[in-house]
């Protein structure tokens, strides 16, 4: 007889989990609207390695940007998109990336933060793109 009552630690509610990757998407797909605006080209979107991920990897003037997105709802609890980008999640991103780098052979790099905060309605109250923010 299984146990219903007993949850895998990684296992989230779906209505949560669901809500999350949507509001994630809304933020990188407006992020990525933002910097091509900006006259960046995305080169990769969600690039994964077994160090971690990253949001957008992007390139202007053979500069490649590093790009994290943090998106969240006006009014939350956490603090602000851009606060939560700490230092351990600045460590993984920089990890991450000089990964990628290895592997790409580039030397220029930064690492920038979009930051986006949405009402109720997922529209876009503010948008901060923060360049070489760490």
């Not at 933020?27 to 605006?37: I, M, Q």
């Not at 956490?78 to 606060?83: L, Q, S, Y």
């Not at 990628?100 to 876009?124: E, H, N």
Request: glycine content about 8%; hydrophobic content about 40%; aromatic content about 6%.
């Amino acid at each position: 007889m299984k146990d219903d009552s007993i949850r895998r630690r990684d296992a989230a509610p779906t209505g949560r989990a669901d809500g999350r990757k949507r509001t994630g998407k809304l933020g990188e797909d407006a992020a990525c609207a933002h910097l091509e605006a900006a006259g960046l080209t995305i080169v990769e979107r969600n690039w994964r390695c077994r160090i971690g991920e990253i949001d957008i990897i992007a390139s202007r003037e053979g500069i490649l940007h590093f790009i994290e997105v943090r998106t969240r709802r006006a009014g939350g609890r956490f603090g602000t998109a851009a606060e939560s980008v700490d230092r351990r999640k600045q460590s993984k991103v920089t990890a991450a990336a000089q990964f990628y780098l290895r592997q790409a052979g580039v030397i220029q790099c930064r690492f920038d933060v979009v930051a986006i905060t949405l009402d109720s309605q997922d529209a876009i109250v503010e948008l901060n793109y923060l360049e070489s923010a760490f």
